[in-house]
């Protein structure tokens, strides 16, 4: 593990932690051993803030350099440990405004603060051991939360949740590592013995864990970064008419010209707590057409990358080879299909689709029919998610998942060596490693870059 040493926690930080511009107030931040020393040259109450108990407000002004009074302000300070950085910190309380805040923070950087990096009032919190790596990137969850189910998720993990379960899973790894190696290491010493059976389902019950912690924090990431939708299908079925259905706002053009949508358009809702972003494609069909050849390799492109593809038929008119080429290529990706013009005669039914494709959900509507719209809002979100999980999601980031599912291979290699009859030093091999990959996640084995990489996404002032 790195030392601390690669940000000089020496020196005392200051920031504005407020959002810039006209506010009722402004809050200046500073953290660091000279916090108290530094605020007290620029404020002046009854008393001095050092002689005010710690969490109490005191009322004063804020002095320029010649001593004038040019605001008055209200002055808070914490004795560390027990702050948000785990430093003495300070917090210079003034009136909201384009100048005050500004020549708050000039004052005490003139006085010795130095101004503070993107996150790093967070990322002291982390090296001071307050918070570690997951519940302090929950903050940024926290802040760029876009509905209430976010929130709680973001909130959950800054309350430390994630890292209960996690380090759960660490500890269980931990005393079938120790059983294992000192039956390695110490064959003829009086210790329990871990028999092959209960070693596999411990390993077994750990990789359930896992898994249900992956599901949660997947559900967390896409409260917080949405999920895509690539609405796909031949021309003319109905795309743009079911994309501005969805976002209940004319945003593609409607034509009856096969062709009208070449290029990828997007919007957005939030529908049960998860955004949801959905992509209107060009029609998947042969062309000679240059910008529409490039419209259609767009459209496969989204096609491979969304979270979830809807397919949109024209109920009006048989199917084409393409479109049977497609019920094949769909099998291997998530869907749902959507018969589309239901307001006019059909030659297609739900059972025709099924027999192409009998474990797909397929539903048949209209663009006009507003309750069908809304019953198709809830099959998306129900087929990526369990109705539960969106209540117990994890605020969590790509890099946590991927962290995670390397611990959940080490411990399905484990379990597959046990089943190969391999020696078992080769399972506590994989489970050190596993180990490892939770302490990677929990900032207890970090790296310089990945802990400015992290910090760096984060505002000034937090």
Known sequence: MLEKSFLNLDDTIASISTAWGEAGIAIVRLSGPQALDIAEKTFRGIKPLKDTPPRYMRNGFLLDERGAPIDEVLGVWFRAPKSYTG????????????LVASKCLELLTAQGARLAEPGEFTQRAFLNGRIDLTQAEAVLGVIRAKSDEALLSAARTLRGELSARVNGIYDSLLNISA????NLDFPEEDIPYLSQDDLFQSLKAI???LQDVIYRCKVGKALR????????????VGKSSIFNALLEE???????IPGTTRDIIE???VHRGIPIIFMDTAGLRATDDLVETIGVSMAQKALREADLRLWIIDGSEQLTKEEIDMAMELKNHSHIVAINKADIPQVISLEDVKQMLPESEIMVLSSYDKEAIGELKERIVKKLFKDSAINEGFNATARQIETLKSVLSCVENSISSLASGEPQDLVASNLLEARYYIDRLLGRNFDEDLIHLIFSQFCVGK
């Open 250 to 256: 004319t945003r593609a053009i409607v034509t009856p």
């Open 225 to 236: 970064d949405g999920i895509k939708v690539a609405i796909v299908g031949r021309p003319n």
């Open 87 to 98: 430093e003495d910190v300070v917090e210079i309380h003034c009136h909201g405004g384009l």
């Open 179 to 182: 059983t294992l190696e000192a």
């Open 267 to 269: 919007g957005s809702i």
């Open 207 to 209: 990789a359930l864990n």
